[in-house]
């Protein structure tokens, strides 16, 4: 599991408020508590944890959101009760919280964050499994799928790459492009761990993927320590928060069309192959119109 306590003061994540001119302090409220109870028991770190990062928000935000955290705690046998004791007096809402967390939520929340903030979010996401982290492992993607990825990196092709994210994942488009495009490259590391990288090919990818990445030796260091102590499980709840609600996801282990082979191999050819192929068409096509 991350360990929370290598990283700066929790007050930290208040830093997140009004940033770009929207408030997201109800959100992360919502978003860790809904996690928080996803777990039947806690460590008493993870409660400390939980409780000192609540207990801060809890002053900041709206009647409505009070309220959705105490109907979030009110079924949960194991409420903090330092942060019902500041709740005291809220009214439960009439009409029922959604047992799931709010993953559009979640995504955009992890987005806006900064780097020490999505370690926190991935920490908590892990927390909540309920299942040992290390006793999982999620099974990796083909080697042509991460080789793919790899080969579109290096030719510095984010656009490919994103292709590629979108049909191995089973992702939108748009968060596809989120993902690689992202100046800060955490999102990339939990990719790699979800398909099962490895590490000295996250390496490459990093280095020539974003140069708002590759260009600081420091930034990719940092991301290469991110991927060791980043465990299967909280990949793999993270890349099922990014799927569509109710999208079937593709394998990452066969080609999405049965042309996926030939298409990606065409756009990863240099110029050079690509002239080389036009002119063995045109012999062919010769050769078959002498034969008739």
Known sequence: MLNSSAYPPLDGLLDLACRDGVDIRPTLLRVLTDLYVQKPTHSPDEETQYVELALGLIETVDEPTRAAVVARLSGYPAAPAAILDRLAGTAAPEIPVPAKAETVDLVDLFFAAEGEERRLILANLEASAGTPARNRQLPPASSEVIRRLEAAALQRNPGEFSRMLERALGISRAL?????????????????????????????????????????????????????????????????????????????????????EQRNARSLATPTQHRAARGRDGQRSRVKTSGR
């Not at 991927?227 to 928060?241: G, H, K, Q, S």
């Open 176 to 260: 596809a492009e989120r993902i690689t495009r992202d100046g800060s490259g955490e999102p990339v590391v939990i990719v790699a761990k979800a398909l099962g990288m490895k590490a000295a090919v996250l390496q490459r990818i990093l280095l020539f993927l974003n140069p708002a990445v590759g260009e600081s030796i420091e930034r990719v260091y940092d991301l290469a320590n991110l991927f060791d102590e980043l465990t299967p499980v909280a990949a793999e709840r993270m890349l099922a928060i990014w799927r569509k609600p109710g999208q079937r996801s593709r394998s990452v282990h066969e080609p999405v069309h049965w042309d996926d």
